[in-house]
């Protein structure tokens, strides 16, 4: 395996408070894979990120990217920052200009850019978040699903490899979910990493490639997302249930409603469930028969 495009080994921070944010964290992300980091409130998520793309810097240990330690000096941050993106959980925290093409602008000009590029960065960006009508609306006249597609739309025209994102679906109705969903997957298919936070252990189930438990201001496992079944003490540790798919296909293997040696992994999702029931041959039951 080549080396992980973002590796944390032992990082260690604590807040001028005295609060831990990581204890003896390490963490590694391989490039062009889908990633989902999941704990409680507190177990240091937030954290970890802002050491992904040095907003903070540890007080021991070491975070690296594509084989190379940090520079934190300006160039070096200047360097890491255009590859390393960072959405906030909050929209208002990243947006800051009147006009959505301004605020979508404001990466790109930074990086000194020529004014053709960053239009044409801007518009792929806005393409790409489904956002290109509202190019010229004002920032505060947007719904929270739009802004935050438009704070993934500024760090997108910065082309970062790797995009981070702090709990994307908090705030958002199934539907602004489903449809940020989709984005992401787009993001994906043209080689960007992700890495997102959550709370949700079906969704990462579900989503993601690896999965990433974190407790304490540790990652306690990082585990493939399909294997996740066999990993219920882990998930237990830190205070998780298993994914309720997995619940419910134990409960039907128990159940003798599906073979006991299944041709394929476990399910990941319910549609994957309910094909597998479908597939599965039972004996049909006699119709009724009417007096």
Avoid at 49 to 75: E, I, K, M
Wanted: charged share 20%; hydrophobic share 45%.
């Amino acid at each position: 395996m080549s080396a992980p495009l973002l590796e944390l080994s032992q990082v260690s921070y604590r807040y001028p408070d005295g609060s831990v944010g990581l204890k003896d964290c390490s963490l590694a992300i391989q490039r062009g894979s889908r990633n989902v980091l999941i704990g409680a409130n507190g177990s240091g998520k937030t954290t970890l990120f802002q050491h992904c793309n040095a907003l903070l810097r540890p007080q021991s240990g070491a975070v690296r990217y594509a084989g190379s330690a940090v520079d934190y000096r300006r160039a070096g941050l200047h360097e890491l920052r255009s590859k390393v993106g960072m959405v906030f959980q909050n929209p208002d925290r990243q947006l800051f200009s009147a006009s959505v093409q301004e605020d979508v602008s404001f990466g790109p000009l930074n990086l000194g850019l020529d004014m053709a590029t960053v239009r044409q960065r801007v518009a792929g960006a806005l393409q790409a978040v489904g956002m290109q009508a509202q190019a010229d609306k004002a920032v505060h006249n947007l719904s929270f699903g739009q802004k935050k597609r438009v704070c993934i739309a500024g760090v997108l025209a910065m082309e970062p490899e790797l995009l981070i994102l702090d709990e994307p679906m908090a705030g958002l109705d199934y539907a602004m979910q489903t449809d940020l969903l989709t984005v992401l997957d787009g993001l994906h298919e043209r080689g960007i990493t992700l890495l997102v936070a959550t709370h949700d252990i079906d969704f990462a189930y579900r989503w993601a490639e690896r999965i990433h438990l974190m407790a304490d201001g540790r990652c306690t496992a990082s585990l493939n997302a399909q294997e996740l079944g066999d990993h219920s003490q882990a998930l237990a540790d830190i205070g998780l249930p298993q994914p309720e798919v997995i619940s419910l296909y134990r409960g039907l293997l128990a159940r003798g409603l599906l073979p006991a040696v299944p041709a394929g992994p476990a399910p990941r999702c319910a549609a994957s469930l309910l094909a597998m029931l479908a597939a599965t041959n039972h004996p049909k039951e006699s119709p009724c028969k009417i007096a």
